[in-house]
């Protein structure tokens, strides 16, 4: 009996290689394996960057400029204290505005009047020395009213180019004056020239006329005119009847010129206080001087 021998591998066996795996560093170039430090996330990035340091403290003062703010503390507490002094003293139209019979010396002439004499404390225009001193009588029962800064001429003075108000009083039942100064140099060009040197009543007053009215003057509303001496001084006075006049529907107004200035002293009432007051407002027109 035969014996087999064993069949022999296949060639194709043998020669097949069982594939194996390759690593990945073979198909690719390796890579860093060193390990990420961990980085921690805050909520607040400046946590991040120093804090700037506070500033150091400013040096001690020296002891000499202790004594120094002291007095200026001091200095400035007192000029707080003055300055509320004489925020509550009453200036003088403030004071004035009483009844005139209260502090005006009675007329030496005539009892039942009081002598307003103008002085240097009352108008920046006689404080400048660009008026002349002037006076005249009042009714005790009338008061001395306020006259606006830009009406007052105390931007100006010395050297103002527009006429301007000097002072005001006034009733309520009687009427009101009022004094008016205008520049010498607004009417003539003559220095130190009198009011007859300026032309005559009506050329005056067609220049003064609105200063009288408030507004305008009419030729028409002209009723008279007359001319004063006394002394060495002229004076030229007029009756007015100013139906639309803001100042009042009658009015009385006397003019002269000292110095480099023209002085217009003008009184007026409307109809009411016109009928019970004229003689009154006369008189007081009369009594006017510089």
């Known amino acids: 009996m035969a014996t087999s021998s064993p069949s022999p591998i296949p060639t194709l066996l043998l020669s097949t290689t069982i594939p194996t795996t390759t690593s990945s560093s073979s198909r690719s170039p390796s890579l860093p394996s060193s390990t990420p430090e961990p980085f921690s996330i805050s909520s607040n990035p400046r946590r991040h960057f120093a804090e700037p340091s506070p500033p150091p403290p400013p040096p001690p003062s020296p002891p000499l400029l202790a004594p120094i703010a002291t007095a200026r503390r001091r200095d400035f507490v007192w000029g707080l204290a003055v300055s509320a002094l004489v925020a509550m003293e009453p200036s003088v139209s403030e004071a004035r505005e009483v009844e005139v019979g209260a502090y005006l010396p009675p007329s030496p002439s005539d009892p039942g009047f009081v002598v307003f004499r103008a002085s240097p404390r ?169």
Do not use: M
């Open 122 to 290: 009352d108008t920046p225009a006689l404080r400048a020395g660009n008026v002349e001193p002037y006076e005249f009588v009042l009714p005790p029962t009338w008061k001395q009213t306020r006259v606006a800064n830009i009406l007052s001429g105390n931007y100006c003075q010395p050297k103002c180019a527009e006429p301007w108000v000097e002072v005001k009083f006034e009733d309520e039942n009687q009427g009101k004056v009022q004094v008016v100064a205008s520049p010498l140099i607004r009417l003539t060009n003559k220095p130190n020239a009198k009011i007859e040197d300026i032309g005559s009543p009506e050329k005056v007053i067609a220049s003064l006329g609105p200063f009288v009215t408030g507004n305008t003057l009419d030729s028409e509303e002209l009723l008279e005119t007359s001319i004063e001496k006394r002394g060495d001084q002229t004076y030229y006075t007029y009756v007015l009847e100013t139906p639309f006049a803001s100042t009042g529907s009658h009015n009385l107004a006397k003019a002269t010129a000292k110095g480099n200035t023209v002085i217009l002293f003008v009184a007026s009432a409307n109809d009411k206080q016109w009928a019970s007051s004229q003689k009154t407002l006369k008189a007081i027109l009369d009594s006017f001087q510089v």
